[in-house]
């Protein structure tokens, strides 16, 4: 199975659950009305570099000091343009938390007001990767998400033609494992994150990774980013520096058109801490571009 949703931590972090966001009110959140059918947007034209991206913060005053002196070119953010202008300022590129939405509970956490005004206060700006539209949906409890999805990225790309949307979807939407066909179209950039190694498992069973990928060519998904493990929780454990390589071996093998790293920091155990994960991820993206 997947590990478990990612929304508590998300949004954790600050006012939105991923990189630094300035602090300031939130409106209280609404559901959006019931999407008409919306058109399947057009194959996405996008050409950013090769992301090489980290979930998190590290602990230098910056919160990515360390991030990018790892070679990693990409992080997340929030959709304020100051945390924009401070990721530009440093090199970095960031892919902008819109909030969660159609994960389990079937309704957005901001609705279409929230995003026109945010989109708009951002649209264009060259430090911005792509936009989040929400984290591991779920089409098994929330039928209409791919629709409500589609219809976001429509609105979005209204706003902000430039840049693409994005999600990631789980290896097990509740029990239906590789549900990977119903998000065709619905966003311009999914991520598939697989975390092969867990506490009850003395290796990392790397062939989970595998059968993801295969199940999505499968199914026509032929862009994606990875969602590499480096993280652990009660249920999943940090990989060694070794199963990391071999990690990313496997996702090589895949069409992969960029990476995400999960996560920097999470659950209380920060990479800061383990200098021998942070150099491999350096060699890692060394070899991927960096």
Request: with cysteine; proline share 7%; net charge negative.
């Amino acid at each position: 199975m997947s590990r478990r949703p990612r929304s508590a931590w998300l949004l954790a972090v600050l006012v939105i659950p991923l990189a630094a966001c300035s602090a300031s009110s939130q409106p209280r959140p609404t559901p959006s009305p019931a999407a008409q059918a919306t058109p399947t947007p057009a194959p996405s034209q996008f050409t950013s570099a090769f992301p090489r991206g980290a979930y998190g913060k590290d602990g230098t005053a910056s919160g990515y000091d360390l991030i990018r002196s790892a070679g990693f070119n990409a992080v997340m953010t929030g959709a304020f343009r100051a945390d924009l202008d401070a990721l530009q300022a440093q090199g970095l590129k960031g892919v902008v938390w819109l909030g969660q939405g159609y994960n389990t509970q079937c309704v957005w956490q901001y609705d279409d007001a929230w995003i026109r005004a945010h989109v708009s206060a951002i649209a264009g700006h060259p430090a911005i990767l792509a936009y989040y539209l929400g984290d591991e949906p779920s089409v098994t409890l929330c039928p209409n998400s791919p629709a409500l999805y589609r219809a976001r990225t429509a609105l979005v790309r209204s706003i902000d033609p430039e840049h693409p949307t994005f999600t990631v979807l789980q290896v097990s939407d509740h029990g239906n494992r590789f549900a990977y066909a119903p998000w065709l179209g619905t966003v311009d950039i999914v991520g598939l994150d697989v975390y092969p190694c867990n506490h009850t498992e003395s290796t990392c069973d790397l062939s989970k990774i595998d059968d993801a990928v295969a199940a999505a060519r499968q199914q026509g998904l032929t862009r994606f980013w990875a969602v590499v493990q480096d993280f652990q929780d009660g249920f999943y454990r940090i990989p060694t520096p070794d199963e990391l390589r071999l990690e990313f071996e496997h996702w090589d093998r895949s069409s992969m058109s960029g990476y995400f790293v999960f996560s920097w920091d999470y659950k209380g155990l920060s990479l800061d801490t383990l200098p021998d994960n942070v150099a491999q991820l350096k060699l890692e993206n060394l070899a991927h571009g960096g």
